[in-house]
């Protein structure tokens, strides 16, 4: 399927649709290789029957254009060898002859044939060839069933038959009765029609009857509606008599309200000052305290630290009294020992000399 026929196909076709129905890579690549296709036969092919050899190949193009021929190639070898390909190739580009498609089919299911008989052993074909037996028999069988089937079909059509002319009887009658339905509904028609115009002729007395009561009930309101009007104009002017002094006594009302809110505001007005003032001074009666308060923190740091000093200073001095008042002890000790070993060693003297 894929050969030259293919490709000028390709080269007729639309790019857009290529690429779409293959997608990109596939589509890219049959488009390239259409186009090489084209392009061997002009520069490889030299005298329009024999392809040159590689070696011969005298120009560079012709040479790169077979290279990139045989790439293309074992690509699109690869990428067709996908099933899914295959079958996008199959609903693309359908065959231009038959004749040839039939041989092709023939050529594959004989080779299938001589494949499946070289591989098949002995032991399977027996096996084959008893199922093949099994298998007419049971195709004989089925014959017969068949044959009985074809018998019961056969009765079946003639019951049919019969049933198909009792209900043709059936629908002769039902036409009858739907002929009479019609003329008796063309009957109810008429006499509905008539009940239809005494009920529209009653409706209409009763309609005239009902206007002119309304036209009575209309007049009446009428009337009424005007003495309505009369005692509201009345009201009317007693309200907007009273809506005048209303209306004063609200502008009065708002005048001595405007002033008392603007002495209320001089008021309030000195009583922030005031109050500005005492908060100032208070702030600063706060900052002295701090002041105040800071120096006595420091004071009383300054006091601590004198009286710690001078605990100090009297720990190290009843340390120096204590230590000297021991070192006079240990001198006077000391100075009486050796008094005592003065008198001692005078005594022995005096002995000797006895």
Not at 162 to 181: C, F
Request: aromatic share 6%.
């Amino acid at each position: 399927m894929v050969n030259q026929e293919f490709f000028e196909e390709v080269r007729k076709k639309d790019d857009n649709d290529i690429v779409n129905h293959f997608g990109p890579s596939v589509g890219r690549l049959l488009i390239k290789h259409a186009i090489l296709e084209e392009k061997f036969n002009t520069v490889c092919v030299e005298d329009g029957v024999k392809m040159t050899k590689f070696e011969e190949m005298e120009s560079e193009e012709a040479r790169q254009c077979a290279l990139d021929i045989r790439q293309t190639t074992a690509k699109l070898v690869r990428l067709f060898s996908d099933k899914e390909n295959r079958l996008k190739l199959r609903a693309q580009f359908a065959q231009t002859s038959a004749e040839f498609s039939n041989f092709i089919g023939t050529v594959n299911s004989l080779e299938k044939m001589m494949n499946t008989k070289l591989n098949t052993p002995q032991e399977e074909v027996k096996s084959i060839e008893e199922n093949k037996k099994i298998l007419e028999q049971k195709t004989k069988t089925l014959q017969e069933t068949l044959n009985h089937k074809l018998d019961a079909y056969h009765k079946y059509c003639e019951e049919c038959s019969k049933s198909k002319e009792l209900r043709k009887v059936q629908i002769d009658q039902l036409r009858t009765q739907i002929n009479n339905e019609k003329a008796s509904r063309q009957e109810q028609i008429i006499e509905a029609n008539e009940e239809e115009a005494k009920q529209e002729q009653v409706l209409k007395q009763n309609h005239e009857q009902t206007v002119a009561q309304l036209e009575k009930s209309k007049a009446q309101l009428k009337r009424e509606l005007d003495v309505v009007r009369f005692e509201n104009e009345k009201d009317e002017q007693g309200f907007m008599k009273d809506f005048k002094k209303v209306s004063q006594d609200f502008d009065n009302n708002m005048k001595a309200y405007d002033a008392e809110v603007q002495s209320n505001t001089y008021d309030y007005q000195k009583c922030l000052n005031e109050y500005n003032d005492t908060n100032k001074e208070l702030q600063q009666y706060n900052e002295e305290y701090k002041m105040r308060m800071e120096e006595k923190r420091k004071r009383d740091e300054i006091e601590t630290l004198m009286r710690l000093k001078n605990e100090e200073q009297n720990a190290q001095r009843l340390k120096l009294e204590r230590a000297s008042e021991y070192l006079q002890a240990h001198w006077r000790g000391l100075i009486a020992r050796r008094e005592m070993e003065k008198q001692r060693k005078g005594k022995k003297k005096k002995k000797k000399k006895k």
